[in-house]
T-cell receptor, first 112, second 116 residues
C-alpha cells in the first residue's frame, strides 16, 4: 500500500463545473498538506498549503483536511479550461527530514 | 516571491558525457534543496536532499556517484549526471525550502534531459 493514494484519472469536466480532487494517506505522522498544480512539461506550482483539519479557501480553490479520516480534498469552483493540468497532493513527513511525499497526481481536463 | 529557476531547461547530450543542471532560489535563501526525477505520466520521485554546506542525502536506489549534488551556497544547488546513458533521459526538477520559514517547497521549472 502506498503512503499516499490519489486517483490518477483522467478526469474530464465541463467548464464551470465544481471539481473535487482527493487523496488518502496511511501515516498519521504527516503534518503538512499541500496541493500542487503541474502543467505539461513544467515544474509543480504550489496552490494550497494547510496544517490543521478543516477548510482553507483561496479564490476558487478550497483545500479540506480531515486528519481523523486521513483524507484531504481540493475543490475547484467555476472550473476553467486553464485549470486543465495534473494536480498533485503532497504531504510532509517530519520524521524523515521533512521530505515531501507525493500522490500519483490526477490529470484534469476542463472542456470549454 | 519564492521563485526557483533551473538551467538549462532542455539539454541533449551524447551517451558517456556529463551534464550539469543548476537550481537557484532567486528571491529567498534555501537551506535545503531537493532533486526529483519525473517520468511521463508519473509523479515526482525524490532523488536526494541537499543541505547547504554538507553532503547530500540520497534516496534508496539512487547512485550517489552517478548523480553528484553540490549545494555550495544558500541560493544554488547543482546536479551533475555523470557518464549519462539513454536510461537517464528524464525530466529533472529541483525544489527549494526557505530557511527559517514555512516548510513548503517551491519548485523550479524542470530540465528535460535527453541522452542519445
Amino acid at each position: 500500500q502506498k503512503e499516499v493514494e490519489q486517483d490518477p484519472g483522467p478526469l474530464s469536466v465541463p467548464e464551470g463545473a465544481i471539481v473535487s480532487l482527493n487523496c488518502t494517506y496511511s501515516n498519521s505522522a504527516f503534518q503538512y498538506f499541500m496541493w500542487y498544480r503541474q502543467y505539461s512539461r513544467k515544474g509543480p506550482e504550489l496552490l494550497m498549503y494547510t496544517y490543521s483539519s478543516g477548510n482553507k479557501e483561496d479564490g476558487r480553490f478550497t483545500a479540506q483536511v480531515d486528519k481523523s479520516s486521513k483524507y484531504i480534498s481540493l475543490f475547484i469552483r467555476d472550473s476553467q479550461p486553464s485549470d486543465s493540468a495534473t494536480y498533485l497532493c503532497a504531504m510532509i513527513l517530519y520524521n524523515q527530514g521533512g521530505k515531501l511525499i507525493f500522490g500519483q497526481g490526477t490529470e484534469l481536463s476542463v472542456k470549454p | 516571491g519564492a521563485v526557483v529557476s533551473q538551467h538549462p531547461s532542455r539539454v541533449i547530450c551524447k551517451s558517456g558525457t556529463s551534464v550539469k543542471i543548476e537550481c537557484r532560489s532567486l528571491d529567498f535563501q534555501a537551506t535545503t534543496m531537493f532533486w526529483y526525477r519525473q517520468f511521463p505520466k508519473q509523479s515526482l520521485m525524490l532523488m536526494a536532499t541537499s543541505n547547504e554546506g554538507s553532503k547530500a542525502t540520497y534516496e534508496q536506489g539512487v547512485e550517489k556517484d552517478k548523480f553528484l549534488i553540490n549545494h555550495a551556497s544558500l541560493t544554488l544547488s547543482t546536479l551533475t549526471v555523470t557518464s549519462a546513458h539513454p536510461e537517464d533521459s528524464s525530466f529533472y526538477i529541483c525544489s527549494a525550502r526557505a530557511s527559517g520559514g514555512a516548510d513548503t517547497q517551491y519548485f523550479g521549472p524542470g530540465t528535460r534531459l535527453t541522452v542519445l
